[in-house]
């Protein structure tokens, strides 16, 4: 399904392009890394015959360009993008639902502890908070390798010693309509994989964020951050198919374990009736 509404809008230092599909449940999808609204489309298409989908491009990525020269990102103001489209597409008392993987993950978390009243509920799938494992010294400075790898001997390499989070393998290839690869390992990849989430803040916004991964990457590094987020505020880990972008590779069956966990939070009065149903 092709979007049937596009724009971008005006934020502090950046335009922001999205796409909206469908109607119902308003639905942010937020993508990570060097992705763009691209990554989500497939998912987005299933999804929205049951939800109003936005996805967009993270600023610096693709259609979403600065207003000056690149800089380092910041959660913090990724996460206030994300409101400012909240902000203009939803409605004022309209539900919001979030779904944010890798990257996208941190900034929804961030996100709902900003706006707790604004979210109804957050998917928090895979985002790398390496600063919160035990043994976090040694990634981090396997990341500050691959910049400076980069740096020094060009993509090929780097993107070599990265595999390092996701398994040994090499990352998965992702759509996007640019390839933002040199701002990702320029000005994405320290600052992020730096951030520490608020944890006493998510232990006030627990009830509201939903911890998930990938079935087939539950052995990788990238992996590792959500079982012990999930494991420190005592709540099950939502596996769904596929690996660390399973919604790229695996979009109906995605799209499916998403909309139960979504229609589980919905007030009773926005859920789907059942055929057959009544009241007694």
Same mark, same amino acid.
């Given at each position: ?19 909206? #599909? ?31 989908? +936005?996805?967009?491009?993270? #600023? ?10 690149? +800089? ?25 639902? $979030? ?37 976090? /010294? ?13 740096? #020094? ?35 994405? $990849? ?19 964020? $939903?911890? /998930? ?12 951050? +959500? ?37 589980? /939070? ?15």
């Amino acid at each position: 399904m092709n979007p049937s509404n596009s724009g971008t809008l005006a934020v502090p230092g950046a335009k922001i392009y999205y796409e909206v #599909r469908g109607e119902g449940r308003f639905l942010l999808l937020i993508g990570g890394g060097n992705s763009d609204a691209a990554v989500y489309k497939r998912l987005a298409a299933v999804l929205a015959g049951s939800h109003r989908v +936005v996805t967009y491009d993270p #600023r610096g990525n693709s259609r979403s360009v600065l207003d000056g020269p690149p +800089v380092d990102q910041k959660v913090e103001e990724h996460a206030d993008d994300a409101y400012r489209l909240i902000e203009h597409l939803a409605g004022p008392d309209e539900p919001v639902y $979030v779904f944010g993987s890798c990257s996208g993950g941190l900034i929804a978390l961030e996100l709902t502890i900003r706006h707790p009243d604004r979210i109804r509920l957050t998917i928090a799938h895979e985002p790398p908070a390496l600063s919160i494992l035990p043994d976090a /010294a040694d990634h981090l400075a396997l990341l500050d390798d691959v910049c400076l790898t980069y740096r #020094r001997e060009g993509m090929a390499p780097a993107l070599t010693k990265l595999q390092a989070l996701h398994g040994g393998r090499p990352a998965p290839v992702l759509p996007e309509v640019h390839d933002n690869t040199d701002f990702f390992l320029t000005h994405f $990849v320290r600052p992020f994989t730096r951030f520490v989430p608020d944890l006493s803040a998510l232990e006030e916004v627990a009830d509201k964020v $939903v911890w /998930a991964g990938g079935h087939a990457s539950r052995g990788d590094l990238v992996h590792r951050p +959500v079982r012990a987020l999930a494991d420190r505020f005592g709540r099950d880990l939502e596996l769904f198919p596929g690996g660390h972008v399973g919604y790229a590779r695996y979009p109906a069956d995605f799209a499916e374990q998403l909309d139960e966990i979504l229609t589980a /939070a919905a007030p009773t009065a926005d859920r789907p009736q059942r055929a057959g149903g009544g009241g007694s």
